[in-house]
């Protein structure tokens, strides 16, 4: 059984209020520059930036799906802190112990919202790499939270399809 908390005038889920802060966008500096600072986010057609957050940076990518306006959501680490662009490679889907993957969900968060509204993307689809991944997408699809930022970006969940979760502007 979960606990049921009260708070800001709804009642809510304990998990959902514990998510809460990790679907919130966390405003942070982003770019393709080492220092990951010049709020770019487009190379030669593919959607990417980076972050830095406790020592480790992080890519932010949208893969075009074949010839039409359906992007992958995907994110992934390294150690490395310069060359990022030339050394795509040393990027991982692994957990490098970063922090607390509710910070930096929430700050792939921010910078997937802000890449969505300005290159008008139309349909959005996260996969679940692997167990983990899947458990919280399946979570964050449920959370009121998560769905009200989508929303106010325009999305809305259409379910899910081979593995992938996927959203579609309105």
């Given at each position: 059984?979960?606990?049921?908390?009260?708070?800001?005038?709804?009642?809510m889920?304990?998990?959902?209020?514990?998510?809460s802060e990790a679907i919130?966008?966390?405003?942070?500096?982003?770019?393709l520059n080492d220092d990951a600072n010049d709020q770019r986010t487009k190379l030669q057609g593919l959607f990417i930036t980076f972050f830095k957050l406790n020592g480790l940076t992080y890519s932010v990518n949208m893969i075009q799906d074949g010839s039409s306006n359906e992007?992958?959501?995907?994110?992934?680490?390294?150690?490395?802190?310069?060359?990022?662009i030339d050394n795509l490679h040393s990027f991982s889907m692994r957990r490098m112990g970063g922090g607390g993957a509710a910070e930096v969900f929430s700050c792939v968060f921010y910078i997937f919202l802000l890449m969505?509204?300005?290159h008008q993307i139309e349909i959005i689809k996260f996969n679940p790499a692997d167990n983990v991944?899947?458990?919280?997408y399946s979570?964050?699809?449920?959370?009121?939270?998560f769905l009200k930022s989508l929303q106010d970006a325009g999305f809305k969940f259409q379910g899910i399809e081979h593995g992938y979760f996927y959203f579609k502007k309105n």
């Open positions: 059984m979960s606990s049921i908390i009260y708070s800001n005038n709804k009642f889920t304990f998990n959902e209020f514990c998510l919130k966008p966390k405003k942070i500096n982003f770019g992007y992958e959501i995907g994110f992934a680490t390294s150690k490395l802190q310069i060359n990022l969505i509204k300005k991944l899947g458990k919280f979570i964050l699809i449920k959370n009121v939270f």
